[in-house]
C-alpha cells in the first residue's frame, strides 16, 4: 500500500513543480485566466505536498526504528524503539487514510456557488408551511457558515407556507456542501390545520445546483424572450407598481425562469440571467452525474430530486436520512440549521464509495 501512495505523491509533486515553476512566468502573469486557474490549482496540491513530507518523515523513523530493534542489544533502547515503533504505524495508519481522500478526484463544481429551490410536495397547506420550515433551516445553516444567501424568487401559499422558494447561495465551497441537500424531504406531524391531532406525512422535494459561470455555458440573446411584470405578494397583489419582475422563457429548451424579490428591474434581469445559466449548465451537469451515480450503490450526491433522502418526524423527535441510514434524535437542533453531522456522515459515505472505485 505504502509503494502505491508514494508512487501517487510522487506524481503529485511532479505537477507541484511544474506548476509553481509555471506561476512565475512572466507570460503566466499577464494571462490572468490562466493564472487564476494554475494559482487555484497550486492551491489544491497543496496540502498533498505537505502530507507527502510528513509520510515520508514517518517511513524514515519507521526504518530507523527497525534498524534499532534488529541492531541494538540494550533492552531499554529496545524497548524505547519498540514504543516509538508502534506510534509511527499507528500515525503512518491515519495518515495514510487522510492520503487517500485528498488523492481522489475533486469534483470542480464543488468550489461553486449554488441555486436553492424548494418546492412542496404532497400535503397541500402543511407541505407549503415544511417548505417554509426547509428554507429556514438552511437559512441558519448558512448563517453560520457566513454563507450569504439571497432570495430571488417565491410563491406563497394561502396557509402562511410557500408553494415554491428559489434563493442563491455564495460562498467558499457551497455547492460541494449543499449538493447532498438535493431530493425529497418528508416531514410526519400533526399539521396546524389538523383538528383531530393525527400525524400526517407531507413532503417538499429541494434541488441544489451549480451556479454557472459565463464561461461555463453560452446563452444566445436571441434564444430568450423577456417579459416584465408586477411583482407579486399573498393573495396575488402587486407589490410594487413598476414592471419590475422578470420572467425570461429559454425557447430552445422551454426553461421558464422569474425573479422578482428587486425593485429594480436591471438587478432581477441579472439574478434571472444567473439562474437560468445554472439551469442550462446543470441539464449537462445532471448526465454526467447519472452516469457517476449509476456505478455506485449510494445516490448520496446525484442530485436526484425525485429520491426521497430524509425524513423529519415530529413525534418521536427524530431525523432520519435514508441514503445513509442514519437516524438522530436531535429533530429542534436539526430544524435550527444544524445540519453539518448529517453532511459529513454523508461526505464519508461518498468518499468510501470513491475509494472502492479508485482501488487505491
Not at 508514494?6 to 505537477?15: D, I, M, P, Q, S
Not at 516509538?84 to 500515525?91: D, Q, S, Y
Not at 456557488?113 to 397541500?124: H, K, L, Q, S, W
Amino acid at each position: 500500500m505504502a509503494n502505491i501512495i508514494l508512487e501517487k505523491l510522487e506524481g503529485v509533486e511532479k505537477r507541484f513543480n511544474e506548476v509553481s515553476e509555471q506561476l512565475t512566468l512572466p507570460e503566466t502573469v499577464t494571462d490572468q485566466t490562466r493564472y487564476v486557474k494554475l494559482n487555484k490549482e497550486y492551491r489544491d496540491l497543496e496540502p498533498l505536498i505537505i502530507s507527502f513530507k510528513k509520510y515520508k518523515e514517518i517511513l524514515s523513523n519507521i526504518t530507523t526504528s527497525k534498524d534499532i530493534l534488529n541492531q541494538e542489544k540494550d533492552e531499554e533502547m529496545r524497548q524505547m524503539a519498540k514504543m516509538e515503533l508502534e506510534e509511527l504505524e499507528e500515525e503512518l495508519e491515519q495518515l495514510e487514510a487522510d492520503i487517500k481522500i485528498l488523492l481522489l478526484p475533486q469534483d470542480p463544481e464543488d468550489e461553486k456557488g449554488a441555486i436553492v429551490e424548494i418546492r412542496a410536495g404532497t400535503g397541500g397547506d402543511e407541505a407549503g408551511i415544511f417548505a417554509g420550515d426547509l428554507f429556514r433551516m438552511y437559512s441558519k445553516y448558512c448563517e453560520s457558515k457566513k454563507w450569504k444567501i439571497e432570495l430571488t424568487n417565491f410563491t406563497e401559499s394561502a396557509a402562511g407556507g410557500y408553494k415554491e422558494m428559489v434563493f442563491n447561495v455564495s460562498g467558499e465551497g457551497v455547492y460541494g456542501i449543499l449538493k447532498y441537500e438535493s431530493g425529497v424531504h418528508r416531514v410526519q406531524r400533526v399539521p396546524k390545520t389538523e383538528s383531530q391531532g393525527r400525524v400526517h406525512t407531507s413532503a417538499a422535494s429541494v434541488a441544489v445546483l451549480p451556479e454557472a459561470e459565463e464561461l461555463d455555458v453560452e446563452v444566445r440573446e436571441e434564444d430568450i424572450r423577456k417579459d416584465t411584470y408586477c411583482s407579486s405578494g399573498p393573495g396575488g397583489q402587486s407589490v410594487n407598481t413598476t414592471y419590475s419582475a422578470i420572467r425570461l422563457t429559454h425557447i430552445p429548451t422551454g426553461l421558464v425562469v422569474t425573479c422578482q424579490d428587486e425593485k429594480s428591474q436591471i438587478k432581477n434581469l441579472k439574478s434571472a440571467m444567473r439562474e437560468l445559466r445554472a439551469r442550462l449548465y446543470n441539464i449537462e451537469y445532471q448526465k454526467r452525474m447519472a452516469e457517476t451515480s449509476a456505478k455506485r450503490k449510494t445516490m448520496v450526491s446525484s442530485g436526484d430530486r425525485s429520491a426521497k433522502i430524509r425524513t423529519y418526524n415530529y413525534p418521536q423527535g427524530r431525523v432520519t436520512d435514508h441514503r445513509i441510514n442514519l437516524t438522530l434524535y436531535n429533530l429542534q437542533e436539526v430544524l435550527n440549521g444544524d445540519i453539518q453531522e448529517i453532511i459529513e456522515k454523508l461526505q464519508i459515505a461518498e468518499n468510501s464509495e470513491k475509494l472502492k472505485e479508485s482501488g487505491v
